[in-house]
């Protein structure tokens, strides 16, 4: 897996969406919740992505926009490390449910111990 987050690896269909938030299963570093579901795409992806930030917390786009760029960075480093040994596809969505603004390394650091726990929790499987 390389270091790109294309178009076709970002979560965008509505029903996938809708289906995740309702059958799928979750595990949070905080302030980040990975929200996962596993299923299978037309494509030959691993998984596809998609990262929320609520409004509520947030009240300007530009703050919004900040954090949903730095949340595409921190998972676009990191994803080879984790999902090389993943052999099913699963959909992502990544919230940031925090209510400060966070740095590129807070991010990053929180990322990996998300990826990390949402591993643990596939191997028990």
């Known amino acids: 897996m390389n270091y790109t987050y294309g178009n076709k690896e970002k979560l965008k269909s509505k029903k ?9 299963k979750s595990v949070s ?3 980040l919740r990975l929200v996962y ?8 992806l691993i998984a596809k992505t998609g990262v929320s930030v609520s409004k ?9 926009n900040r954090i949903k760029r730095l949340l595409r960075e921190a998972y676009r480093l990191n994803k080879s490390i984790f999902f090389n040994n993943l052999t ?6 990544i ?7 966070p740095t590129l390394d807070v991010v990053e650091t929180k990322m ?9 929790k596939i191997s028990e499987k």
């Open 56 to 64: 509520r917390n947030f009240k300007t786009a530009v703050d919004r």
């Open 95 to 101: 919230l940031y449910i925090g209510k400060d603004k």
């Open 16 to 24: 996938l969406i809708d289906q995740l938030f309702t059958e799928g």
């Open 112 to 120: 990996k111990i998300l990826f990390e726990k949402f591993s643990s």
């Open 88 to 93: 099913t596809q699963h959909a992502f969505m």
């Open 29 to 31: 570093a905080y302030p």
């Open 37 to 44: 579901l596993g299923t299978t795409f037309n494509e030959d």
